[in-house]
């Protein structure tokens, strides 16, 4: 199957120097109930010209889907009231893990479920984004960027090339993985393995939902349903395709140190490429989550 | 703003994307149009709503519609449904306030008439309109491609 880069951008772009990111982020869990809260901390932030962009990183947290959802929506909302008042000024970006999901876009077809809707073998969300159904869980890194596109370019096809944009640099510049687009089909592929998903919500020019890319995800999950209704081509992680392909892909058992190790790697580097492609400084905010025990 | 249009273009430029002129997109004489780019065609207290040419052109291929319910409540500039395009899916916003009496049904099998037919067969909702003074508010189809104009220079 012939892989082809869409548009200009290529994929062979050398690594860049990194720029630390100022702020600390912390998060602490305590027993009670499953609720976000934020505070907000006085981080410092270098005077540079970048625009400036609100982080709230759990990026080693597996978030049930509900609570980021529903956060992400909040949020949503308080932006459309600035946007409404003139008053947006800031973007947001969130970056954690889910616990073991699948989502549904708008369009989703449950023919792309090999499993009934009604009894599915993990919870379930038909949400508002685009897309077709994907699978979430540990290993794998979410980026759910809220961004005005009017701070940005006003193109809904340019806000997609530049999520893919990021995923293909941390690809090559931290993992020496060749990384490219396929005309049509939105999303970052290394060969005709699918890495990292894509799918938004737009409305008045706010984007929300992102893209999910797998490090070290337990692929397995994939296999109950058509990933992203591409039945053709198969999907793989990072832990995978640096291990090789010739070894199976990673069960649980597979678990080990150098996930996390991992993850991290992915993560500093996302965030990273994420600055460089869209030009933002961030502001990391430190985020607590409080859980409950189940009533 | 001046600082957000450099941001905008360098960041075009930075990634090396080219913004290909598509032209002018077509609009209608009569109709009235809303700054998120639909459409709507007045007649008394009816109305029927779409999206314009502009907008279709710039999601590209329309893959599913999300209608409201008949009898449901719209207000002006307020979201009543959605259209997906390439893993994106859009808002809808109503540029009338009022009651939806019927949907296009054709859209559930054939999202693509909303490229193909933007100002006809693609219509998207007919609205009993609650307030006609708020028509006043729209934009007619010179000011309208004016707009398109700057923001697609933005």
């Known amino acids: ?295 | 703003m001046a600082s957000r249009l450099l941001w905008a273009s360098k960041a075009a430029s930075y990634l090396k994307i080219s913004t290909f002129n598509r032209g002018f997109a077509s609009v209608v004489k009569d109709l009235k149009y809303a700054e998120s780019h639909e459409w709507v065609k007045v007649k008394g207290n009816s109305a029927t709503v779409g999206i314009t040419d502009h907008a279709q052109d710039h999601l590209g291929d329309v893959v599913y519609v999300e209608l409201p319910e008949v009898g449901a409540t719209v207000t002006q500039g307020s979201s009543f449904g959605a259209v997906e395009s390439v893993k994106a899916t859009s808002d809808i916003n109503s540029p009338v306030s009022g009651k939806v009496v019927e949907v296009n049904e054709e859209l559930s099998s054939s999202p693509g008439l909303v490229n193909g037919s933007p100002y006809e067969n693609g219509w998207i909702i007919k609205v009993e309109i609650s307030d006609t003074n708020e028509v006043s508010s729209l934009m007619d189809c010179e000011q309208y491609s004016k707009f398109c104009e700057e923001e697609d220079n933005h």
Request: proline share 4%; glycine share 6%; aromatic share 8%.
């Open chain 1, 1 to 295: 199957m012939i892989v082809a880069s869409n548009s200009c951008l290529s994929c062979l772009i050398p690594p860049w120097t990194i720029r630390s990111n100022s702020g600390q982020i912390s998060t602490s869990r305590r027993a009670s109930a499953s609720q976000i809260t934020i505070t907000e901390s006085n981080s410092l932030v270098q005077q540079t010209n970048k625009r400036r962009c609100k982080c709230y990183d759990m990026y080693k947290e597996a978030v049930p889907f509900a609570e980021a959802w529903a956060w992400q929506k909040s949020i949503v909302e308080e932006r459309k009231s600035l946007i409404d008042r003139n008053e947006d000024d800031l973007d947001t970006l969130i970056v954690l893990q889910h616990q073991p999901v699948y989502t549904l876009g708008t369009a989703s077809s449950e023919n792309n479920l090999n499993f009934d809707i009604k009894d599915p073998p993990l919870p379930i969300y038909q949400t508002e984004r685009g897309g077709e159904v994907t699978y979430h869980g540990p290993g794998q890194l979410l980026l759910y960027p809220i961004m005005n596109l009017r701070f940005q370019k006003m193109d809904l096809h340019w806000y997609l090339r530049a999520l893919e944009e990021v995923v293909i640099r941390v690809l090559f510049s931290t993992f020496s993985l060749k990384a490219s687009r396929v005309e049509g089909l939105t999303g970052v592929w290394v060969g005709d393995k699918k890495l990292a998903a894509i799918g938004i919500r737009v409305s008045k020019w706010l984007t929300y939902h992102g893209l999910a890319l797998n490090v070290s995800t337990d692929l397995s999950p994939f296999s109950g349903i058509i990933p992203c209704g591409i039945k053709d081509l198969g999907v793989g992680s990072i832990k995978e395709l640096l291990r090789g392909s010739s070894r199976p892909s990673s069960t649980s058992s597979d678990h080990d140190d150098g996930d996390g190790k991992l993850i991290d790697i992915a993560h500093e580097s996302l965030l990273k490429e994420f600055c460089e492609v869209f030009q933002l400084e961030l502001c990391h905010q430190s985020v607590s989550i409080l859980r409950y025990p189940d009533k």
